[in-house]
């Protein structure tokens, strides 16, 4: 059995002397750290900057991570179409694992495949208390399976199947929004659930430049900028592209201000950008509006062909890097969400923090509508005609957009911040800590589970 480290000896967990509250070693086990084109991966990485500003140590487990790397393991046509969408499946290494994990307080589990069942059969072998995250929605499987989405009780398969291999061994489970911890009950979960939203980093703010309608009012004095109706070949994968985006500030015909739509998430079938672009053709200001669809997937070419198809101005489909998204969201004048399917969604909280005016697609396999402060910010899913018709309210009522999304940003500040996040967090990890004491559970599980997870 691992040492056990020696505040945990204390009659008061986790207490000094004086009362105060040690430090955690934490121990994050991610599949795909280095990866910032996924939710998942950006989340670890923004809590584990956190944690270590508020004085905790952390050690990240994964492909790419800066201290305890490990390798890529290949599944033959799975591991293809993961990396389309900014995923890789990590190899499980028992000697990085015990290196990570010694002396560690607790190891906390992002994902329920073999490389979080490995590292979930090795802390409980050393003494280790054991979290878990649920990130990973068992409709995103399905979408991206083609034909499996339409056969009838897969989902629900799947989240037993993820239930056996990792969540019923957890007794902590991180759930990041009401709707996926009601989703876990529904289907049998008996670990404790902790809804704790993921956050956003202080980086995404309401900014102080102008937006892309009101500067392009600004820009009555300055020559006209031509915009290329198609999409460029490569959109913002270097500062200049996202500097030119930032400087055209009028359509094609220079009469009427450019309005900016922006939307962010994997380009596959259950975000919806279809949707979007329908909507974005029928719209009574097609003409004026620059679409920009920040994400990487399967679906780029089709996307690409039908906005070029539909759309009278020009759309922007393609990979982002993470570090100009908060630019990028400050020049924008509405965010769009069509998604039908998300655990949280990252992407509208970084918007709405940003001070932009969400309008997310009520479904009930998405938690992102859970950000709508009014009505006039949701639509029904799927529905192109009614998405033309919010988009169109919000730019013919520029005064209100404005004051909305004041509204928001504060929202936001006050409900979602990434530190209080992490605060919550450690409160769910030293209460794991606390049980696993009380318990005082065998250094090595039974042998029939072992053998599942190690499976």
């Known amino acids: 059995m691992g040492a056990m480290p020696d505040f945990q000896r204390d009659a008061t967990l986790g207490a000094t002397p004086h009362g105060a509250k040690q430090p955690l070693t934490i121990a994050l086990v991610v599949d795909s750290v280095g990866n910032r084109g996924n939710g998942t991966s950006n989340s670890a990485l923004q809590y584990a900057r956190e944690l270590r500003r508020q004085g905790h140590r952390v050690r990240l487990v994964g492909v790419g991570a800066p201290d305890y790397p490990v390798a890529v393991h290949h599944l033959p046509f799975v591991s293809w179409l993961a990396a389309k969408q900014q995923m890789q499946f990590a190899a499980p290494d028992d000697a990085v694992f015990r290196r990570a994990f010694q002396g560690a307080d607790v190891v906390h589990i992002y994902m329920p495949f073999k490389f979080g069942r490995r590292a979930l059969a090795l802390a409980r072998s050393m003494g280790v208390p ?50 996926i911890a009601s989703q876990l009950r529904a289907h049998g979960y008996g670990a404790k659930l902790h809804v704790i939203s993921n956050g956003y980093s202080s980086r995404f703010h309401p900014g ?62 259950e975000k919806d950008h279809e949707t979007l672009i329908r909507a974005v053709a029928l719209s009574r200001h097609a003409d004026r509006i620059d679409l920009t669809i920040c994400g990487t997937g399967p679906l780029r070419h089709h996307l690409r062909r039908l906005a070029r198809r539909l759309l009278p101005g020009p759309a922007h489909i393609g990979f982002h890097r993470n570090d100009d998204m908060p630019d990028l969201l400050r020049s924008a004048d509405l965010l769009v969400h069509p998604s039908i399917v998300d655990i949280e969604s990252l992407s509208v909280l970084e918007g709405i923090a940003s001070g932009l005016v969400p309008v997310i697609a009520d479904s009930p396999l998405s938690a992102a509508g859970q950000f709508s402060l009014t009505d006039a910010s949701l639509f029904p899913a799927r529905n192109a005609r009614a998405l033309a018709r919010r988009i169109d309210w919000w730019i013919e009522h520029p005064a209100q957009r404005s004051e909305w999304g004041r509204r928001y940003a504060r929202e936001a500040r006050e409900r979602y911040g990434l530190p209080d996040c992490v605060r919550q967090f450690v409160a769910m990890e030293r209460e794991a800590i606390a049980d696993a004491q009380k318990t005082r559970q065998p250094a090595v599980p039974g042998r029939r589970l072992l053998s599942l997870l190690q499976s």
């Open 208 to 269: 102080d430049g102008a937006s892309g309608e009101e500067a392009s009012r600004k820009a009555d004095n300055d020559e006209p900028v031509v915009r290329e109706s198609r999409p460029p070949k490569f959109p913002f994968f270097n500062r200049l592209g996202l500097r030119a985006m930032l400087s055209a500030t009028r359509n094609a015909g220079g009469s009427r201000p450019v309005f900016r739509i922006i939307a962010s998430g994997r380009l596959s079938h």
């Open 130 to 179: 054991v979290t878990a995250g649920f990130h990973l929605q068992p409709e995103n499987v399905t979408y991206s399976a083609g034909p499996l989405r339409y056969v009838p009780g897969v989902p629900s398969l799947i989240y037993r199947l993820f239930d056996f291999w990792l969540y019923r061994h957890i007794g902590h489970i991180h759930a990041p929004s009401e709707m």
